[in-house]
Structure formats: C-alpha cells, structure tokens
C-alpha cells in the first residue's frame, strides 16, 4: 500500500505531521507533496498538494545527467532510467536521431552526455515541457 493509499483512508488528518518527519529525519529535502491522483490526461500530468515547501519544481540527478522537471506540470518517470540508459547505449557517433514527444529531454540528454549524435531535433506538441529540456541542454 502506498502512503498516499495510507493517508487517503486513515491518516489525511496527520499528513502535515508525517510531512513534517520526513523533513526533519531528511534534511535535503525541502519539499514535500501529496499525490492526488493517477496520472491522466493528453498530458499525463497529475495533481499533488503542497505539504511543506512552495513549489513542484526539482532536479533530478541520473548519473551524470540532470533533468529540471515540474512534475505539475510536465510527465517524467524515474522508473525508466534502465530504459533510458539502453537507448543511449544504442546511438552512434554521428548518427541522427529524432525523439518524438521529447517532454524534459531525458532520452535526448542521455543520448548527448553517453555519445555524439548529430544535433538533437526534437518535437513536443507542450510548451512546458519543451522549456524545461531547453534549461537542461
């Protein structure tokens, strides 16, 4: 059972205080949120609930690359970092590539850190995302 499962039925009285400890026992971290819901939509976005900080905005360290995410406000997963880093593996030196529905870039900044593709083209049909892959290249 996740804990957003645990504080949706039994514990969402307490959520500020669990909030509070896990900041206290973490000292890096500076935010955290609630997951509201699944992801959904065109955008496969979801909604979360701000329990200590003010923003929804981080980086996220994957080796040697960093990714600005929002995750409001734009879709990425952690989870496919195994995939991500067998992609990468399979692009040549020079070889062109085209990532469609790039979001924050991960593949393409995989691909660039690991090889030297040509220059990455991209396509996004979201604005947000697309800025926050600009700040990551």
């Not at 509070?20 to 609930?49: C, D, H, M, P, Y």
């Not at 692009?91 to 924050?104: A, H, S, T, Y």
């Amino acid at each position: 059972m996740s804990l957003r499962e645990l504080l949706k039925d039994k514990l969402q009285e307490e959520k500020h205080l669990i909030a509070q400890a896990i900041v206290s026992q973490n000292k890096n971290i500076k935010v955290v949120l609630l997951k509201k819901n699944k992801l959904a939509g065109e955008k496969r976005t979801a909604e979360f609930e701000i329990l200590i900080g003010d923003r929804t905005t981080t980086i996220h360290k994957e080796n040697d690359c960093l990714f600005n995410v929002d995750i409001a406000r734009t879709y990425f997963s952690g989870k496919l970092y195994f995939e991500r880093s067998r992609i990468a593996g399979e692009v040549k030196d020079g070889e062109d590539i085209l990532v469609l529905f790039c979001g924050v870039g991960p593949f393409l900044i995989w691909t660039g850190s690991f090889s030297k593709p040509s220059p990455h083209p991209a396509e996004t049909r979201r604005h947000s995302p697309f800025l926050y892959l600009q700040e990551g290249l």
